[in-house]
């Protein structure tokens, strides 16, 4: 039995592969390189002692993705990460977005529905909710209009999926991550953006290693405590071990809906200031930065409400704010040596 995992030398999607080795399973990843590199699968392997199959294969190619399913005809479940993920490239270049992120998931589920496949695990995002009128958010909070076409294209999967499922044998989790960061304890993988990072995490730790002069802090009027914008911090192993949950949940045929939707966070919301302070307290070093404009796009405030995805998924995020920054700065410090 082998599971599929699109993007899987990607941040999440690497994170993802070594929980599943970790709990046995026989992995197949799949991924293009246009976000990430050939060594994450090193070292995945140096952490779980088994390397994973990998395919080179771009998802936009049809005629790839059937040739996938021919040559792995024992694939049991397929975990989604595949996708373009940079919010402000979305505005700029959204024809990509729509294209990478809305043809691809066509083409992956057009191969399950023709092989009789099923369980299916998507990898959504909070920004389909937008700026929330109640905190913590739950499931049943209005998806709002997407603020940006990559937040569209998670939108419009999470329907494509839903109708696929009423009419197919799939069955699908999809899980809303609030904001992933940190790294696997081992520092053998983390997050690698390309070019100047546009999350607050990665700018931190490269600010603090000395690759970036200073932090922007985007605006310090919202309606807060502090005035910086609050989100769920969720440790990527955290994150990693809700899909295995989430997977092992339709391989067991548990799931009560065809399609489930899952909030994937702490369930604690921090500033950008406060993550600043809890970082300088774990890496013990004096974080620079300057207070500047808003950024467009950006909202007040996001973080969930994991009653469902602790009750009725059975997992729950471990890690604390500081863990997490703190493997954050093992990682950026390893990569940098
Ligand atoms: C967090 C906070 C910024 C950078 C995005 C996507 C989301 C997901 C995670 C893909 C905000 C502030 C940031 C900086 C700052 N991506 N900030 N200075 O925007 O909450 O979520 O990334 O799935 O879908 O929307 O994350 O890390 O960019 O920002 O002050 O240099 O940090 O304003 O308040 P965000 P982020």
């Known amino acids: 039995m082998k599971i599929l995992v699109t993007g899987g030398l990607g941040f999440i999607g690497s994170h993802t592969v070594v929980e599943l080795q970790n709990e046995g399973f026989d992995v197949v990843i799949i991924d293009n390189l246009s976000n990430s590199s050939l060594e994450v699968l090193d070292g995945i392997e140096r952490i779980t002692g088994k390397k994973p199959h990998f395919e080179n294969i771009d998802l936009r190619e049809k005629k790839s993705v059937q040739d996938l399913f021919v040559k792995y005809q024992d694939i049991n479940g397929v975990i989604h990460f595949a996708a373009s993920k940079a919010v402000g490239e979305s505005v700029e270049n959204p024809l990509l977005y729509y294209e990478n992120n809305i043809n ?7 191969e399950l529905q023709a092989k009789q496949k099923t369980h299916f695990i998507f990898s959504s ?6 700026q929330a009128t109640t905190m913590p958010i739950t499931e049943n909070a209005p998806v709002q ?43 053998e993988i983390g997050e690698l953006p390309i070019g100047i990072p546009q999350n607050l995490v990665p700018f931190i730790t490269q600010t603090a290693i000395g690759l970036r002069k200073e932090l922007s802090v985007f605006g310090d009027d919202y309606p807060t405590a502090d005035g910086t914008a609050i989100r769920d911090y969720i440790h990527v192993v955290d994150l990693a071990k809700a899909h295995v949950v989430a997977l092992q949940r339709l391989l067991e045929n548990k799931n009560t809906e065809k399609v489930e939707t899952f909030n994937i966070g702490t369930g604690t919301g921090s500033s950008v200031l406060e993550v600043i302070t809890t970082f300088e307290k774990v890496s013990n070093t004096k974080l620079p930065y300057k207070i500047v404009a808003r950024r467009e796009g950006d909202v007040i405030e996001a973080f969930a409400n994991t009653d469902k995805a602790n009750s009725v998924l059975g997992w729950k995020a471990q890690s604390t704010l500081e863990e997490a920054l703190a493997s954050a700065w093992k990682w950026e410090q390893k990569i940098r040596r």
């Open 104 to 110: 691809t998931l066509v083409y992956l589920l057009q």
């Open 125 to 130: 995002s909070c920004t389909v909710y937008g």
């Open 145 to 187: 209009q997407a603020m940006s076409p990559y937040g569209n294209t998670k939108q419009i999967g999470e329907e494509i999926i839903t109708d696929v499922a009423k009419v197919t044998t799939i069955n699908a989790i999809l899980l809303r991550y609030f904001n992933p960061i940190g790294a696997h304890p081992s520092a």
